[in-house]
């Protein structure tokens, strides 16, 4: 039974467009939620993460949503540019220090 | 900041050959360490992870296994592959922080 959903395989956006990745998650105990980027071939790098003591945190153009009594979180990139096409991971965990648990990931193309 | 190496980048492995791959750290010390491994169209899976010298913790029952010998290296073995084996494996640390960083990864591929 997958905790972390991601339930969007790809997603498309024009450049200079939104781009809007979602994560839904099971687990009630889950309370600090990161979202990782990855490149083909390369080691997922860190984007932005958010516990769940709030509701949106921002970081440039990157900003993540919290919907704790829905069990759901998204990703904003404003505005979207070419170098932002990766595969994008959400990720949980029940606490600091805890391991994380990693969604299927979101290939996103963003289109010149 | 950390720096995690793996190597090597790909290998490609007979069913039923043995497995080693390495992953060390800079930067840090007495760091929790990770395998994941990324399956063709899959997320991320843990397989281990460690919180110290000769201290594993095994996620999923599987044909691998892991060794931490020193503070800041953590290897996956393997006596002999199977075809699902195949992947892509990522070592990743953890230290002081609630995020991982993960290093380069190693495609494996077993025919």
Redesign the interface.
């Known amino acids: 039974d997958q905790q972390v959903k991601q339930n969007s395989p790809s997603l498309s956006v024009q450049e200079g467009r939104i781009s809007i990745l979602n994560c839904d998650y099971t687990n009630s105990m889950f309370d600090y939620f990161l979202w990782y980027k990855k490149y083909p071939a390369e080691g997922p790098t860190f984007l932005i993460s958010i516990s769940s003591i709030k509701d949106k945190n921002e970081d440039g153009r990157f900003t993540v949503f919290l919907n704790k009594s829905a069990k759901h979180l998204s990703l904003h990139i404003v505005p979207s540019q070419p170098g932002d096409s990766a595969v994008y991971f959400c990720a949980a965990s029940e606490g600091y220090g805890q391991n994380f648990v990693f969604g299927p990931g979101t290939r996103l193309s963003v289109l010149p | 900041s950390q720096t995690?190496h793996?190597w090597p980048?790909t290998l490609v492995q007979p069913v039923g050959s043995p497995l080693s791959l390495e992953c060390t750290v800079e930067g840090t010390s007495n760091p929790?360490l990770?395998w994941?491994r990324q399956a063709a169209?899959?997320?991320?899976?843990?397989l281990f992870?460690s919180v110290g010298i000769g201290q594993i913790s095994s996620?999923v029952p599987q044909n691998l296994s892991a060794s931490r010998p020193q503070d800041r290296q953590f290897i996956l073995s393997s006596k002999k592959l199977l075809l699902s084996d195949s992947g892509?494996y990522?070592c990743?640390s953890?230290f002081d922080s609630?995020?991982?960083?993960?290093?380069?990864?190693t495609?494996l591929t077993v025919l």
């Open positions: 995690i793996q980048a929790n990770y994941y169209g899959r997320g991320l899976q843990l992870y996620e892509f990522l990743a953890r609630n995020e991982q960083f993960f290093g380069p990864g495609r």
